[in-house]
């Protein structure tokens, strides 16, 4: 009988830890941090895709009137294909769109470009101004900027 009255009290004294940690364990769970900050609607990190929802829409948003060459939404990056501005027929132009974070920042986007002028029908590479490029990451920016406050309204 001592053995059984030992292992009763072992059996009861494990139960009775094993409540108390369960207890202990969901008493903290509910004291959990109350006073988190809701999350922003319009957070400047959206994930949905590969990088910044913002800076994507607002890429395609500004080479919308270029034919696009290709597109990777994990990838972040836009190619479009050669452009010729119907005013001036003997000039084109390329784009190269990367965007390089999840984070809506100036630092996440690159813009490249290549120009091509025409030479007695031959298509020669022409240099491109940087103030060309810096007009588009402009743009862009500030068209992710409006798209993000849009979506808190």
């Known amino acids: 009988m001592t053995g059984t009255t030992s292992f009763g009290r072992t059996t ?10 369960a207890m202990t364990a969901l008493a903290l769970a509910s004291c959990g941090n109350r006073d988190r900050p809701k999350a922003d609607l ?3 990190q959206i994930t949905t895709i ?7 829409r607002a890429s395609l948003e500004a080479l919308s009137f270029m034919p696009l060459l290709q597109t990777d939404s994990n ?7 050669w452009y010729a501005n119907p005013n001036n027929a003997g000039e084109r132009m390329k784009v190269t769109v990367t965007i390089l974070d999840q984070d809506l920042r100036a630092d996440a986007l690159r813009v490249a470009a290549s120009r ?9 590479d022409a240099p491109v101004q940087a103030a060309t490029v810096q007009k588009l990451e402009d743009v862009i920016l500030t068209k992710a900027r409006d798209l993000r406050r849009n979506a808190v309204q």
């Open 42 to 44: 319009a957070a400047s």
């Open 50 to 56: 590969g990088v910044n929802s913002y800076l994507w």
């Open 75 to 81: 990838g972040g990056v836009i190619v479009t294909d």
């Open 12 to 21: 009861k004294f494990r139960f009775g830890r094993a409540a108390l940690v």
């Open 116 to 124: 091509q002028v025409s030479q007695n029908g031959v298509w020669v």
